[in-house]
């Protein structure tokens, strides 16, 4: 039994070791990367029409963008103009995407993530 904990807390630091040798702009934009993904098949955008329909789910959706704006919001100023300006331009690509989705229209500046 010693050797399996030994064992898992070797993998543990391990990752953390591996971690820590991730620049933080590299692990901001995986994180971001992945909120995209998830928030763009939450808006139906899905490759197959008929996955995407059944995986559409715009309360999700919101949830999802809403983090994602928060995210480049609060790290951009350290991220620099060449890994935010992407960001943002996938960002303000999903919100426009929820808006053609949604049927009933949010007031002008109360959109996921605005």
Do not use: Y
Request: glycine letters at 8%.
């Amino acid at each position: 039994m010693g050797n399996e904990a030994d064992s898992a807390s070797d993998r543990t630091n391990s990752a953390a070791r591996d971690i820590a040798d991730v620049p933080a702009v590299e692990v901001v934009t995986t994180v971001a990367v992945h909120l995209m993904s998830a928030a763009a098949i939450k808006c139906g955008l899905a490759e197959d029409e008929a996955t995407a329909s059944q995986q559409q789910d715009l309360a999700e959706a919101r949830i999802l963008i809403t983090a994602l704006a928060g995210l480049i919001k609060a790290s951009a100023p350290d991220l620099g103009s060449a890994h935010a300006g992407p960001l943002r331009d996938g960002l303000k690509s999903l919100q426009t995407a929820f808006r053609e989705a949604s049927e009933v229209p949010d007031p002008p500046g109360h959109g996921p993530g605005e």
